[in-house]
């Protein structure tokens, strides 16, 4: 079942920058920021007293998030829901019309498994299921 909004999902250019920006702007230090070596992304989150703003900065030339930032500029990517039955709740939204970019969960760059729809799953953004 649903269980909430886990985070929003921001790509940027520059992490640094953009984590320096924010928390200046909501007045909270820095997060520390985790590199992901094997995907060559890095990341951080912002807690915001139960929804996170997650970060994420993509080093790949061919990645997704990085294509998005080069014709989109820095931005929300993404809305993440919270679930605790991550393929039960997959078969229902794909009954109700929800296509998804890949069939199974996949791990992800937090340690939980997460699966992604493709984008015009709410008006043109696109949300993932994420485990709790």
Not at 34 to 46: D, G, H, K, L, N
Not at 67 to 82: E, M, Q, W
Not at 102 to 117: A, L, N, Q, S
Request: hydrophobic share 40%.
């Amino acid at each position: 079942m649903i269980k909430g909004i886990g985070h929003i999902g921001i790509v940027v250019r520059n992490l640094e920058k953009s984590l320096a920006v924010a928390s200046k702007s909501l007045g909270i230090p820095m997060p520390p920021i985790t590199e992901v070596p094997e995907q060559q992304m890095r990341f951080a989150m912002i807690d915001l007293k139960g929804i996170a703003l997650e970060f994420i900065q993509d080093n790949r030339k061919d990645g997704d998030l990085a294509a998005f930032v080069r014709a989109k500029g820095d931005g929300i990517h993404h809305f993440s829901f919270l679930t605790d039955n991550i393929e039960q709740d997959a078969q229902v939204l794909k009954k109700r019309g929800v296509e998804f970019i890949y069939e199974k969960p996949r791990m992800g760059i937090r340690g939980k498994r997460f699966v992604f729809t493709t984008d015009d799953a709410m008006g043109g953004i696109p949300f993932e299921l994420s485990e709790i």
